[in-house]
């Protein structure tokens, strides 16, 4: 890949990012796409350096008089950003866990056994093979705290089934589902776009109730843009 053929490939690309009407320059398409998309974002200034270069090459050079040419340098950095907004890594180039989940009808009591023994803050919880919603220290002490608040025996609050305990409103303000086919992009722009998540869930399709492959959370952030760079 060239220079030329990896800027047109990323104007192509910006241009499905963007879907915006009008015929916008290349340079306004860098500046509007950084705004939500993270890889031009990091490239924003090497792309508008490479919209200035593309233009004398293309508009001033004549055949018997090349007026510049970029270094090999640029012309590296160029394909890289279109090659990763062509075919973005994916998530399934992560390897596979093996995600410790509890069953619904264990109790509350099983649950912080399970969190203190694996230190694991968000614990998936099972209906057979279907996760049914994920429980995370927020929620315990929540139901802990009300316990105390209502006078209700702590014996009895231990005994709740992990089932009752879930909220739904914890599976969309706290995480993020997505597939094995969605990017690695779109799990750091999770992250991103949410400053409450507590964690990406990783299923085979994509759906809520599917088993669990990959949980992610902020800690793995550095690990995920290590493989988008490389």
Known sequence: MDFISAYNIIDSRMRAIYRGKGN?????????????????????????????????????????????????????????????????????????????????????????????????????????????????????????GRALA???????????PCEKILHEDDMMRFYKVLGKNNTIQEAIDAFEDNRKLLAVIVTSSGRVGDEIVNLLTSADLPMLLRLLEE
């Open 150 to 160: 209502d006078g209700i025996p702590m014996e009895e609050c231990l005994q709740l």
């Open 24 to 144: 916008l320059q290349f340079s306004d398409l860098v500046r509007r796409c950084a705004q939500f998309n993270r890889t031009v974002r990091k490239y924003e200034e090497d792309l508008l350096l490479c919209a200035r270069l593309r233009n004398v090459i293309v508009h001033e050079s004549r055949k018997d008089r090349i007026i510049a040419e970029p270094c090999d340098e640029l012309t590296h950095t160029i394909c890289h950003v279109a090659q990763l907004l062509q075919a973005p890594p994916l998530l399934s180039a992560l390897k596979d866990k093996t995600v410790t989940g509890i069953d619904a009808q264990a109790t509350l009591s099983d649950a912080i056994d399970r969190v203190s023994r694996t230190n694991y803050s968000n614990l998936p919880v099972y209906r057979g093979r279907r996760m049914v919603g994920v429980l995370n220290n927020r929620r315990i002490v929540r139901v802990i």
